[in-house]
T-cell receptor, first 111, second 116 residues
Protein backbone atom coordinates (compact mmCIF):
# COMPACT_ATOMS: atom_id res chain seq x y z
CA UNK A 1 0.00 0.00 0.00
CA UNK A 2 1.22 3.45 -0.93
CA UNK A 3 2.20 5.62 2.02
CA UNK A 4 2.87 9.34 2.12
CA UNK A 5 4.10 11.20 5.20
CA UNK A 6 4.47 14.96 5.32
CA UNK A 7 6.41 16.96 7.87
CA UNK A 8 6.11 19.18 9.71
CA UNK A 9 2.35 19.32 10.28
CA UNK A 10 2.51 23.08 10.68
CA UNK A 11 5.11 25.71 9.89
CA UNK A 12 5.07 29.31 11.01
CA UNK A 13 7.44 31.61 9.14
CA UNK A 14 8.32 35.24 9.19
CA UNK A 15 8.04 36.97 5.84
CA UNK A 16 11.31 36.42 3.98
CA UNK A 17 12.31 33.41 6.11
CA UNK A 18 13.00 30.56 3.69
CA UNK A 19 12.19 26.98 4.66
CA UNK A 20 11.47 23.49 3.33
CA UNK A 21 8.61 21.02 3.59
CA UNK A 22 9.23 17.29 3.46
CA UNK A 23 7.23 14.52 1.81
CA UNK A 24 8.42 10.95 2.40
CA UNK A 25 6.83 8.19 0.37
CA UNK A 26 6.69 4.44 -0.07
CA UNK A 27 5.18 3.19 -3.31
CA UNK A 28 5.41 0.27 -5.68
CA UNK A 29 6.65 1.85 -8.86
CA UNK A 30 6.33 5.63 -8.71
CA UNK A 31 4.51 7.11 -11.68
CA UNK A 32 4.53 10.64 -10.35
CA UNK A 33 4.73 12.78 -7.23
CA UNK A 34 2.47 15.81 -7.05
CA UNK A 35 2.42 18.98 -5.00
CA UNK A 36 -0.78 20.91 -4.46
CA UNK A 37 -1.65 24.05 -2.58
CA UNK A 38 -4.98 24.23 -0.75
CA UNK A 39 -6.54 27.35 0.71
CA UNK A 40 -9.24 27.03 3.39
CA UNK A 41 -12.60 26.02 1.93
CA UNK A 42 -11.16 25.53 -1.56
CA UNK A 43 -10.08 22.61 -3.70
CA UNK A 44 -6.39 21.80 -4.16
CA UNK A 45 -4.52 23.86 -6.73
CA UNK A 46 -1.98 22.01 -8.85
CA UNK A 47 1.63 23.13 -8.42
CA UNK A 48 4.09 20.53 -9.70
CA UNK A 49 4.53 17.00 -10.97
CA UNK A 50 7.85 15.20 -10.53
CA UNK A 51 8.48 11.91 -12.26
CA UNK A 52 12.01 10.75 -11.49
CA UNK A 53 14.74 11.15 -8.88
CA UNK A 54 16.87 14.21 -9.45
CA UNK A 55 14.10 16.17 -11.11
CA UNK A 56 13.47 19.75 -9.98
CA UNK A 57 10.73 22.23 -10.84
CA UNK A 58 10.25 25.87 -9.92
CA UNK A 59 7.38 28.30 -9.83
CA UNK A 60 7.88 31.76 -8.42
CA UNK A 61 9.09 31.30 -4.82
CA UNK A 62 8.49 27.54 -4.81
CA UNK A 63 10.91 24.82 -5.84
CA UNK A 64 10.19 21.10 -5.70
CA UNK A 65 12.83 18.38 -5.72
CA UNK A 66 12.61 14.60 -5.78
CA UNK A 67 14.75 11.71 -4.56
CA UNK A 68 13.97 8.00 -4.50
CA UNK A 69 12.45 8.27 -1.03
CA UNK A 70 11.27 11.83 -0.55
CA UNK A 71 10.43 15.16 -2.02
CA UNK A 72 11.06 18.64 -0.73
CA UNK A 73 9.14 21.81 -1.38
CA UNK A 74 11.39 24.79 -0.79
CA UNK A 75 9.79 28.16 -0.16
CA UNK A 76 12.23 31.00 -0.78
CA UNK A 77 11.60 34.39 0.85
CA UNK A 78 7.93 33.62 1.50
CA UNK A 79 5.21 36.25 1.54
CA UNK A 80 1.95 36.22 3.52
CA UNK A 81 0.09 35.13 0.37
CA UNK A 82 2.08 31.88 0.45
CA UNK A 83 0.13 30.90 3.56
CA UNK A 84 -1.79 27.71 2.74
CA UNK A 85 -1.79 23.97 3.27
CA UNK A 86 0.60 22.20 0.94
CA UNK A 87 -0.35 18.67 -0.02
CA UNK A 88 1.89 15.97 -1.42
CA UNK A 89 0.45 13.03 -3.34
CA UNK A 90 1.88 10.01 -5.15
CA UNK A 91 0.66 7.91 -8.00
CA UNK A 92 1.92 4.35 -8.32
CA UNK A 93 1.87 1.85 -11.10
CA UNK A 94 -0.29 -0.55 -9.12
CA UNK A 95 -3.34 1.65 -8.71
CA UNK A 96 -4.07 3.08 -12.12
CA UNK A 97 -4.22 6.83 -11.81
CA UNK A 98 -5.36 7.21 -8.24
CA UNK A 99 -3.57 9.62 -5.96
CA UNK A 100 -2.56 8.85 -2.38
CA UNK A 101 -2.30 12.02 -0.34
CA UNK A 102 -0.25 12.99 2.67
CA UNK A 103 -1.89 14.85 5.54
CA UNK A 104 -0.40 18.16 4.43
CA UNK A 105 1.73 20.91 5.93
CA UNK A 106 -0.02 24.10 6.94
CA UNK A 107 2.23 27.08 6.33
CA UNK A 108 1.57 30.44 7.95
CA UNK A 109 3.68 33.40 6.87
CA UNK A 110 3.58 36.48 9.10
CA UNK A 111 4.27 39.93 7.76
CA UNK B 1 -8.87 30.04 -15.54
CA UNK B 2 -10.73 27.25 -13.78
CA UNK B 3 -10.39 23.82 -15.30
CA UNK B 4 -13.03 22.12 -13.15
CA UNK B 5 -16.27 23.48 -11.71
CA UNK B 6 -18.56 22.09 -9.03
CA UNK B 7 -22.13 22.92 -8.20
CA UNK B 8 -23.37 23.75 -5.68
CA UNK B 9 -20.52 25.19 -3.64
CA UNK B 10 -22.53 24.82 -0.43
CA UNK B 11 -25.64 22.86 0.41
CA UNK B 12 -27.61 22.30 3.58
CA UNK B 13 -30.13 19.49 3.65
CA UNK B 14 -32.27 17.68 6.15
CA UNK B 15 -31.48 14.19 7.33
CA UNK B 16 -33.03 11.57 5.08
CA UNK B 17 -33.03 13.63 1.90
CA UNK B 18 -30.79 13.19 -1.14
CA UNK B 19 -28.34 15.70 -2.55
CA UNK B 20 -26.76 15.82 -6.00
CA UNK B 21 -23.37 17.42 -6.64
CA UNK B 22 -22.19 18.17 -10.17
CA UNK B 23 -18.61 18.19 -11.41
CA UNK B 24 -17.81 19.64 -14.82
CA UNK B 25 -14.61 19.55 -16.81
CA UNK B 26 -14.44 22.96 -18.49
CA UNK B 27 -11.39 22.81 -20.72
CA UNK B 28 -11.23 19.26 -22.02
CA UNK B 29 -13.07 15.99 -22.27
CA UNK B 30 -12.46 13.64 -19.37
CA UNK B 31 -13.12 9.92 -19.47
CA UNK B 32 -12.01 9.63 -15.87
CA UNK B 33 -12.98 11.77 -12.90
CA UNK B 34 -12.42 11.17 -9.21
CA UNK B 35 -14.50 11.96 -6.13
CA UNK B 36 -12.90 12.75 -2.78
CA UNK B 37 -14.14 13.76 0.63
CA UNK B 38 -12.21 15.78 3.15
CA UNK B 39 -12.87 16.16 6.87
CA UNK B 40 -11.77 19.30 8.73
CA UNK B 41 -7.98 19.57 8.92
CA UNK B 42 -7.60 16.17 7.29
CA UNK B 43 -6.30 15.18 3.91
CA UNK B 44 -8.29 14.03 0.91
CA UNK B 45 -9.77 10.55 0.92
CA UNK B 46 -10.57 9.00 -2.44
CA UNK B 47 -14.14 7.74 -2.57
CA UNK B 48 -14.52 6.51 -6.13
CA UNK B 49 -13.30 6.67 -9.70
CA UNK B 50 -15.92 7.83 -12.16
CA UNK B 51 -15.63 6.33 -15.65
CA UNK B 52 -17.55 7.78 -18.59
CA UNK B 53 -20.01 5.27 -19.96
CA UNK B 54 -19.43 2.61 -17.31
CA UNK B 55 -19.94 1.95 -13.64
CA UNK B 56 -17.90 3.80 -11.07
CA UNK B 57 -15.21 2.03 -9.09
CA UNK B 58 -15.57 2.53 -5.35
CA UNK B 59 -12.83 2.43 -2.74
CA UNK B 60 -13.01 -0.07 0.06
CA UNK B 61 -15.43 1.00 2.76
CA UNK B 62 -17.40 3.41 0.56
CA UNK B 63 -21.06 2.43 0.18
CA UNK B 64 -21.92 2.48 -3.51
CA UNK B 65 -25.67 2.51 -2.82
CA UNK B 66 -25.29 5.59 -0.65
CA UNK B 67 -22.93 7.53 -2.91
CA UNK B 68 -24.31 7.18 -6.43
CA UNK B 69 -22.01 8.29 -9.22
CA UNK B 70 -23.08 8.95 -12.79
CA UNK B 71 -20.60 9.91 -15.49
CA UNK B 72 -23.02 10.44 -18.35
CA UNK B 73 -20.83 12.58 -20.59
CA UNK B 74 -17.18 13.42 -21.14
CA UNK B 75 -17.57 16.68 -19.25
CA UNK B 76 -19.98 15.87 -16.43
CA UNK B 77 -19.94 13.55 -13.43
CA UNK B 78 -22.49 13.67 -10.62
CA UNK B 79 -22.34 12.42 -7.06
CA UNK B 80 -25.65 11.84 -5.29
CA UNK B 81 -25.62 11.36 -1.55
CA UNK B 82 -28.75 9.35 -0.85
CA UNK B 83 -30.65 9.40 2.45
CA UNK B 84 -28.09 11.77 3.89
CA UNK B 85 -27.28 11.71 7.58
CA UNK B 86 -25.28 14.16 9.72
CA UNK B 87 -22.21 11.94 9.49
CA UNK B 88 -22.22 12.54 5.72
CA UNK B 89 -21.50 16.21 6.35
CA UNK B 90 -18.16 16.89 4.73
CA UNK B 91 -16.29 18.69 1.98
CA UNK B 92 -16.67 16.84 -1.32
CA UNK B 93 -14.16 17.50 -4.08
CA UNK B 94 -13.96 16.12 -7.59
CA UNK B 95 -10.94 15.96 -9.84
CA UNK B 96 -10.36 15.47 -13.52
CA UNK B 97 -7.56 13.38 -14.93
CA UNK B 98 -5.96 15.09 -17.88
CA UNK B 99 -4.86 12.26 -20.12
CA UNK B 100 -2.94 14.54 -22.48
CA UNK B 101 -0.71 15.60 -19.59
CA UNK B 102 0.52 12.42 -18.03
CA UNK B 103 -1.16 11.62 -14.74
CA UNK B 104 -1.98 15.19 -13.73
CA UNK B 105 -5.24 15.75 -11.88
CA UNK B 106 -7.03 19.05 -11.55
CA UNK B 107 -9.42 19.62 -8.70
CA UNK B 108 -12.72 21.40 -8.47
CA UNK B 109 -13.44 24.08 -5.86
CA UNK B 110 -15.32 21.63 -3.63
CA UNK B 111 -18.84 21.36 -2.22
CA UNK B 112 -19.54 21.84 1.46
CA UNK B 113 -22.40 19.53 2.50
CA UNK B 114 -24.10 20.04 5.84
CA UNK B 115 -26.81 17.58 6.90
CA UNK B 116 -29.02 18.75 9.74
Amino acid sequence: EDQVTQSPEALRLQEGESSSLNCSYTVSGLRGLFWYRQDPGKGPEFLFTLYSAGEEKEKERLKATLTKKESFLHITAPKPEDSATYLCAVQSGLHDYKLSFGAGTTVTVRA
Amino acid sequence: GAVVSQHPSRVICKSGTSVKIECRSLDFQATTMFWYRQFPKKSLMLMATSNEGSKATYEQGVEKDKFLINHASLTLSTLTVTSAHPEDSSFYICSVWREARSYEQYFGPGTRLTVT
